[in-house]
């Protein structure tokens, strides 16, 4: 009987196993980590059957008929991201596009039926609501709570539906306030929510939504996240998360549909489920803006329904896999492990093409691709890239071009690395979309966290030390690497210098958002590609496998 914690945990996280209750006190922020395995026990003793727990969010939401939103939309998403949904259904409604034609609660006594079936045997790990009609089904969902603790409790505090109908006594309010929000690890309200639940302040700018984030903090969650999708805003659709001490900000590109009904419920049960799966509040948070953002691009153009506002779907990624099966699954930060970076000098210096260089450092042991070429013309690379693109996804090996977006857009690469006098990540993420993979160099902690907020999904960080392929880099060391690691919150790939001699003196910094190292000369500048490949994937498996 084992269980592993990684991090501090929030104030009401237990454990139910066959021992006794253990709770964990509460804790700051962006400190969920969570990482279960029970033991399945049958009624003889035996232990040989170990069964691993499948994460696990419960939504107390409101049914919509339209399947737009409320508790369709969380079973939705939470199966698009590959987490167990249970319901309690607080309300039926009839709505469709046009509107919401009727409100139905369920009675309160049987909503509490319904919470103590699921959360007296289903081993919940978040609770997620939504709609909760009545003081009544708060109190009782806070009653619930106490008597079946959960690892976190996400809450979209949903009054007014996107149509504009009322779905909640105004009088909620106050059961919010003193009741719900105390309990809260986070809770998402939209500008008009964010509103009522302030008394009526008005949100008309950035610095609005952040005193409101941190007016609302002061009411007891442990994070708000103040959604700005109603703000006036030409290009970006900009959230603010406050954790308790800063204001983050958060920008996606907004996405001219009018396909959004059930967005907001849609990201609150995304942000349950990254929760559930043991993830950290703000990660679980920019998981589920992309989700949302990818979602609204693929559904932009769907037809369902005559009403103002239509639905999304939230299995675009699936229906892309299924449907198109050379677009790869989104970024992983483990690919970043051995990064292998092609040089065109050093492929003419030892007379190999670049497919070949790519095909060798794969068979290697590569996990991820960029090429780099400075001599070919546009046309030239990219039916160079074109080729290796199709070797790399015959192999599941992402592959990214640098810097030139171009290119990356004519192959259907999987992404762009660009560097500090390149273009703007931002502009990149608008021209590539959501589903593309960029990185961005960095030397410093504020050029990290610039990357951050411009939406890029790694950095890559050095010169680590001296280098011949870049005239003129100034190397930071495994100080400045550290350094940097530190304050970033995307994942690390260090690069610069990096070799068989000193990869494990890199990998060893012990900052955990470390995941790779991306090499040149020690791959390309040898005969033997894929031996030395295969020589430094040896040398980073040891060290990871050791951890």
């Known amino acids: 009987m084992s269980f592993t914690l990684t991090g501090s945990l929030p104030h009401r996280l237990s454990f139910q196993f066959q021992v006794p209750l253990v709770t964990i006190p509460k804790s700051s922020c962006n400190s969920i980590k969570v990482m279960t395995m029970a033991t399945s026990i049958n009624n003889d003793g035996d232990t040989s059957n170990p069964r691993k727990n499948i994460p696990h969010v419960l939504t107390v939401a409101g049914s919509d008929s339209g399947a737009g939103a409320g508790i369709q939309a969380d079973l939705k998403a939470c199966g698009a991201l590959g987490v167990y949904c249970s319901t309690v259904i607080t309300a039926v409604t009839a709505q469709n596009t046009i509107g919401v034609q009727g409100v139905h609660p369920v009675p309160e006594s049987f909503v509490y039926e319904q919470l103590t079936s699921v959360l007296s045997d289903m081993q919940v790990d978040v609770v997620k609501t939504g709609m909760l009609p009545s003081i009544g089904v708060v109190k009782l969902l806070c009653q619930s709570l106490k008597e079946f603790p959960v690892q976190a409790l996400v809450v979209d505090p949903v009054m007014i539906s996107t149509s504009g109908d009322i779905l909640a006594d105004p009088s909620i309010l106050i059961a919010f306030r003193e009741e719900l929000l105390p309990m809260a690890d986070i809770v998402t309200p939209n500008l008009k929510e964010a509103s009522a639940l302030l008394g009526g302040m008005q949100l008309e700018t950035i610095a609005d939504m952040c005193s409101a984030a941190k007016s609302i903090h002061k009411l007891g969650p442990r994070c708000v996240l103040v959604k700005g999708g109603d703000l006036p805003a030409p290009v970006d659709a900009i959230d603010i998360f406050f954790d308790g001490e800063h204001c983050h900000e958060l920008r996606a590109s907004r996405i001219k549909t009018h396909n959004t009904h059930g967005t907001g419920c849609t990201l609150a049960s995304c942000i349950a489920a990254e929760l559930a799966k043991g993830s950290l509040m703000l990660p679980a948070v920019q998981v589920a803006k992309h989700f949302v953002e990818t979602a609204l691009d693929y559904s932009k153009d769907i037809e369902i329904g005559s009403g103002p506002q239509g639905p999304f779907d939230h299995f675009s990624k699936l229906r892309r896999s299924i449907y198109n099966s050379s677009v790869r699954r989104g970024f992983d930060p483990n690919d970043l492990l051995l990064y292998a970076i ?120 050095g010169g680590v030390f001296p280098t011949s392929t870049k005239a003129n880099n100034i190397t930071i060391g495994l100080s400045g690497l550290k350094t940097v690691c530190s304050a970033s919150k995307l994942p690390v790939v260090a690069i610069g210098g990096i070799n068989n001699g000193n990869a494990r003196s890199v990998m060893e910094i012990g900052t955990p958002n470390l995941r790779g190292v991306a090499v040149v000369s020690a791959l390309f500048d040898r005969e033997f590609v894929s031996s030395e490949t295969r020589k430094l994937h040896s040398v980073l498996m040891d060290v990871v496998s050791n951890k």
């Open 342 to 461: 092609t040089d065109s000098g050093m492929n003419k210096k030892w007379t190999r093409s670049i497919t070949d260089a790519v095909k060798a450092a794969i068979e290697g042991g590569a996990t991820i691709v960029q090429l780099r070429e400075k001599d070919a013309d546009t046309r030239e690379f990219v039916e160079l890239a074109k080729s290796c693109v199709e070797i790399c996804r015959a192999h599941g090996v992402p592959l990214l071009i640098n810097d030139r977006v171009d290119v990356a857009l004519a192959c259907n690469a999987d992404g762009v690395h660009v560097g500090q006098s390149d273009m703007s990540p931002r502009i990149v993420r608008a021209l590539l979309g959501s589903e593309k993979i960029i990185g961005v160099s960095c030397k410093t902690p504020e050029q990290a966290l610039q990357a951050w907020a411009d939406g890029a999904d790694y950095i890559g960080c």
